[in-house]
């Protein structure tokens, strides 16, 4: 008889390269402290979700249904619609690609997943790793972070609606500080100096399935954009450097150049830009969006934790919500 099982995955922020990493340049993420969990129980008969705080009793065609439908892909519209009429349709697919692949029958079970995370710090990535490891558990089944990390990047080809980088699953699996490229592997960055950022929270949607197309396009006509990519992924490589010597002055100089240029993709947003703007003015070294951009968070890196008091109390008089974390805390477990 299976019993309780939990699992909690961390979230992720990234310190450079977004988008940078789409297009096979370097970039660099770490796990943060602010979690999703998955708990499953063991049920006498049927399928109940929690997700989220939205309930729902389910049957097993619900599941065979949800995997056929996104197992063979679909658009970003059509999973709106889709994720409209049920919320749990991703972790019902997941739930079902992972028990086909293992030769597993579904067994009644009440799952429930809760999150802290917000828009822009992995959500998905980390929601699903943490149901993909408890899932393991109730059927005590051995399972690799390699393919917790595979079903967490399947979850977000559906929920990104187009081909993600990878860092996110990779981040909130692996935990640390990464440094990342798709085609050239991943690392992981060992830290000499505990980074003192602060997460300012414009409390608007992250925009990352309309910014991640806009920027493939203007990559596409402009040779000037094209060069300005190239320049965030060396500014990554430089970054990964500063964070092993604990150099905090050069990561702040080089977090704002790379702001410049996202500007230069118009994927900043009149609230970021009031955030970022406060927290250099409470003292930040260094701050820029983080994630996809037209909304989502910011981060800001501090002179030190009192500085980090300053700056969260500014970025909330700037409108948002701030959030002092610890970074490269443990992935998955
Ligand atoms: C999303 O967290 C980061 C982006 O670089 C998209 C991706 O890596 O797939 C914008």
Same mark, same amino acid.
């Given at each position: ?11 992720? $922020? ?41 309930? #729902? ?31 749990? $349709? ?15 029958? /579904? ?67 692996? %935990? ?14 060992? $830290?000499?100096?505990?980074?003192? $950022? ?13 910014? #991640? ?14 060069? /300005? ?16 010597? @604990? ?24 609230? /970021? ?18 994630? %996809? %951009?037209? @909304?989502?968070?910011?981060?800001? /890196? ?28 443990? %992935?998955?477990?």
């Amino acid at each position: 008889m299976s019993q309780v099982v939990k699992a909690k995955a961390p979230g992720k $922020i990234i310190l450079f390269g977004e988008h940078a990493v789409v297009h096979g340049k370097t970039g660099i993420a770490a796990a943060v402290s602010m979690y999703s969990d998955t708990e499953i129980r063991p049920a006498s008969h049927g399928f109940f979700f929690d997700n989220l705080g939205y309930k #729902v009793i389910c049957d097993r065609d619900d599941f065979l249904e949800a995997h056929e439908t996104l197992r063979k892909g679909v658009s970003k519209d059509e999973f709106l619609s889709l994720f409209k009429s049920d919320r749990t $349709i991703v972790s019902k697919y997941l739930i079902m690609k992972f028990l086909t692949e293992h030769e597993l029958k /579904l067994r009644p079970m009440k799952i429930t997943i809760r999150s802290e995370l917000r828009k822009g710090m992995g959500g998905s990535a980390s929601i699903n790793a943490s149901l993909i490891l408890a899932l393991a558990r109730f059927y005590k089944v051995t399972i690799a972070l390699d393919e917790i990390s595979r079903y967490a990047y399947a979850g977000d080809i559906i929920c990104h609606g187009g081909m993600p980088s990878g860092i996110d699953n990779t981040t909130v699996v692996y %935990g640390g500080f990464i440094k990342f490229n798709k085609r050239n592997g991943t690392a992981p960055i060992s $830290i000499k100096t505990k980074l003192p $950022i602060v997460i300012g929270d414009t409390l608007e949607p992250a925009a990352t399935a309309v910014t #991640v197309p806009k920027v493939t396009e203007m990559l596409k006509k402009s040779r000037r954009h094209k060069a /300005l990519m190239n320049e965030i992924g060396s500014i990554s490589i430089e970054a990964a450097r500063c964070i092993r010597r @604990g150099d905090l002055e050069r990561l702040g100089k080089l977090m704002n150049r790379n702001q410049e240029i996202l500007r230069e993709f118009s994927i900043s947003t009149p609230k /970021l830009e009031r955030l970022i703007d406060a927290s250099l003015r409470a003292g930040a070294l260094g701050a820029k969006l983080s994630g %996809g %951009g037209g @909304g989502g968070i910011m981060i800001a /890196l501090a002179r030190d934790n009192n500085n980090r008091k300053s700056i969260a109390k500014a970025i909330e008089k700037a409108g948002g919500k701030a959030y002092i974390v610890e970074l490269g805390v443990k %992935g998955v477990a």
